[in-house]
């Protein structure tokens, strides 16, 4: 029993390798991209402009951020499936349900713990 329990987890984790594998590549290229996009500089002619473009340059670079995030946490997943230790909680060490896996495939805490360091940085940052 436990070894077709293994089996499933294993089989599991093999598909969810390859979509994080891909969602990577994807990010990667996408991030070259906008990199190119966001860093032109250029002179404005007037304060105005110099605020619209700042404007228009934040939204793209906290995309940036975001995606790059993105792929740092894919990274780590990948390590961890490696490892063996993906699939349980980094604070609790519960397992991690395969429906939040499915939904979210770097997921590095359960449901709970996730709520519960958000709530502190929530909370931290005020």
Same mark, same amino acid.
């Given at each position: 029993? /436990?070894? #077709?329990?293994?089996?499933?987890?294993?089989?599991?984790?093999?598909?969810?390798?390859?979509?994080?594998?891909?969602? $990577?590549?994807?990010? $990667?290229?996408?991030?070259?991209? $906008? /990199?190119?996009?966001?860093?032109?500089?250029?002179? +404005?002619?007037?304060? #105005?402009?110099?605020?619209?473009?700042? @404007?228009?340059?934040? #939204? +793209?670079?906290?995309?940036?951020?975001?995606?790059?995030?993105?792929?740092?946490? @894919?990274?780590?997943?990948?390590?961890?499936?490696?490892?063996?230790? /993906?699939?349980?909680?980094?604070?609790?060490?519960?397992?991690? +349900?395969?429906?939040?896996?499915?939904?979210? +495939?770097?997921?590095?805490?359960?449901?709970?713990?996730?709520?519960?360091?958000?709530?502190?940085?929530?909370? @931290?940052?005020?």
């Amino acid at each position: 029993m /436990h070894s #077709m329990m293994q089996t499933s987890q294993s089989s599991q984790f093999s598909v969810l390798k390859k979509q994080l594998a891909s969602q $990577r590549d994807e990010l $990667r290229a996408r991030l070259g991209q $906008r /990199h190119k996009s966001v860093f032109v500089e250029r002179e +404005p002619d007037d304060e #105005m402009a110099a605020a619209c473009e700042n @404007i228009s340059k934040d #939204m +793209p670079i906290r995309t940036l951020e975001r995606e790059q995030w993105t792929l740092d946490e @894919i990274e780590l997943a990948l390590t961890s499936m490696k490892s063996g230790e /993906h699939g349980s909680c980094g604070t609790c060490g519960a397992k991690i +349900p395969d429906a939040r896996l499915r939904a979210l +495939p770097w997921a590095r805490f359960c449901v709970r713990c996730a709520y519960w360091g958000s709530l502190q940085a929530f909370l @931290i940052s005020f």
